[in-house]
């Protein structure tokens, strides 16, 4: 068999990890894919610029378009991220005969449909393990091993900035400022941390985990999202004291809708979780993701969700699942949408809340703050009071309403004249101490 060649643009934490894994694991890889894999070129923005891998200088090239045109290429691996050029340079590859591989949540999440046609129509393979959840196996499952089942909901930790930031403020009462740093220093956060802290970064492995789970088209922009940064101090420390943990889950659920089919909710928010639930244990800038569906039940898949070597890992089981394919003159099973559901408004989903109160310590003060929950039409679970007098906080943790019920009663509260502050206003996952 001749060999493959593989075209990799980009070559930053990822693509450093990338070019190495492929250089040094050339043998191995030869004997699982049946033919040898060989290094096209590369593409880099500067060809001086210091990097992580010794490249074959004469394999390096700036010129990205250039080297996704060769009628060589086999493979082509985008590892540079961001929308353009990237976006133009998959089309470009996969019009001229190139399966691809790419990391690019971002771009998959905003125009996966174009890129999917793309390769649809080019008859090859786009595959992008490695833009969820990084080294986790967690796209292949969903697509493949749970194919024949019925996933009914995903709900993960797939941002390792932010696990990391939010287990430094509960582990060691770290500033956010002081954990983020220490994030970037590790290589986890994107280029921008807006992406990760906002929520962006996994408002977009959101939509791409609802669109396989529940076989529809899902954008980053259905997503309702939510970051960290309003996280304080004192909601984790809210969250302590209910035995509990926050964490930013990105969630996508089936949820049935009076007289129709079942619609997507996709949403990016912290959470406070019970420290019993499999995602509490999740630390540092570890991801995990967890699968409830209806034969199967509930299932976890946890690891490295950022990093250039694992995610370069996902990036190289790609890589030679799309090679082996070549190699058979064959293609992967393309996009599956046909289930073609609608979204479900964030107004609409169902969730429960805990809210912290800063209240006057005297007579009729619960009772007003009953009325409010019981005006919007919000049961509540459990009340407690904490501090006496001047220091009174009144805790409640909701039953199920609608998110728009319990962010309408939220406000009654704070417009109210015996509410001295809403301290902490967090959603609920799992059943609170
Ligand atoms: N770093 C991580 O932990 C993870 C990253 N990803 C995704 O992997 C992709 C790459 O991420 P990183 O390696 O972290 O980014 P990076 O910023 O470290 O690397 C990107 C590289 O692409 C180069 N580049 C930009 N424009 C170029 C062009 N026109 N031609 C050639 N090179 C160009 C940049 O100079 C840079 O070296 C992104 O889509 C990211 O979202 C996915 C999972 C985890
Ligand atoms: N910035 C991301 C990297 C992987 O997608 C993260 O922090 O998880
Ligand atoms: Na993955």
Redesign the pocket.
């Known amino acids: 068999m001749r060999p493959l060649k593989v075209a990799v643009?980009?070559?930053?934490?990822?693509?450093s990890q990338v070019v190495r894994l492929l250089l040094e694991q050339a043998g191995d890889l030869a004997a699982r894919v049946g033919a040898p894999i060989e290094l096209a070129g590369v593409?880099?923005?500067r060809l001086d610029?210091p990097r992580d891998v010794d490249v074959p200088p004469d394999l390096l090239t700036?010129d990205?378009q250039g080297l996704v045109a060769r009628d060589d290429v086999d493979v082509v691996v985008e590892?540079?991220?961001?929308i353009e050029?990237a976006r133009g340079l998959i089309l470009s590859a996969l019009e001229n005969g190139a399966s691809v591989v790419t990391?690019?949540?971002?771009l998959l999440a905003e125009d996966g449909a174009t890129l999917f046609e793309a390769a649809e129509k080019a008859g090859r393979d786009l595959y992008y393990e490695?833009?969820v959840a990084?080294a986790i196996p967690i796209l292949r499952p969903l697509r493949e091993s749970l194919a024949g089942d019925r996933v009914t909901k995903v709900m993960g930790i797939v941002n390792?900035t932010t696990n990391y930031i939010l287990d430094k403020m509960d582990t060691q009462g770290s500033g956010f400022d002081e954990a983020l740093a220490e994030a970037q220093e590790l290589?986890?956060a994107?280029?921008d941390p807006t992406a990760d802290v906002e929520g962006f970064d996994a408002a977009a492995k959101a939509a791409i985990l609802a669109s396989l789970a529940f076989h529809s088209r899902v954008t980053a922009s259905d997503v309702h999202r939510e970051g960290i940064s309003e996280v304080t101090a004192a909601d984790v420390a809210s969250a302590q004291a209910m035995g509990s943990v926050v964490k930013l889950l990105a969630i996508a659920e089936l949820r049935s809708v009076a007289g129709g089919d079942d619609a997507v909710s996709a949403r990016v928010h912290p959470v406070m979780i019970p420290r019993s639930h499999p995602l509490a244990s999740v630390r540092e800038a570890f991801n995990a993701v967890f699968v409830e569906s209806e034969a199967a039940g509930q299932l976890m898949f946890y690891g490295r969700?950022?990093?250039?070597s694992p995610?370069a890992s996902a990036v190289l089981g790609d890589l030679v699942t799309v090679a082996r394919n070549v190699v058979a003159g064959t293609k992967g099973a393309g996009e599956s949408a046909y289930a073609d559901r609608a979204m479900l408004p964030m107004g609409e989903t169902i969730t429960r809340y805990h809210v912290s109160l800063d209240v006057a310590d005297k007579a009729g003060v619960l009772a007003a703050v009953a009325t409010a929950f019981a005006d919007h039409g919000v049961s509540i679970q459990t009340v407690r009071q904490e501090g006496r007098d001047a220091d009174a906080q009144l805790v409640v943790v909701s039953h199920e309403a609608t998110d728009a019920q319990l962010a309408a009663t939220v406000e009654a509260l704070r417009g109210m004249d015996i509410v001295r502050d809403v301290t902490s206003v967090m959603r609920v996952e799992g059943e609170l101490a």
């Open positions: 643009l980009g070559c930053g934490s990822v693509g593409a880099v923005r610029a700036t990205a590892v540079i991220g961001g050029p990391a690019n949540k971002a490695a833009a990084g390792g290589g986890y994107e280029a969700g950022a990093g250039g995610t």
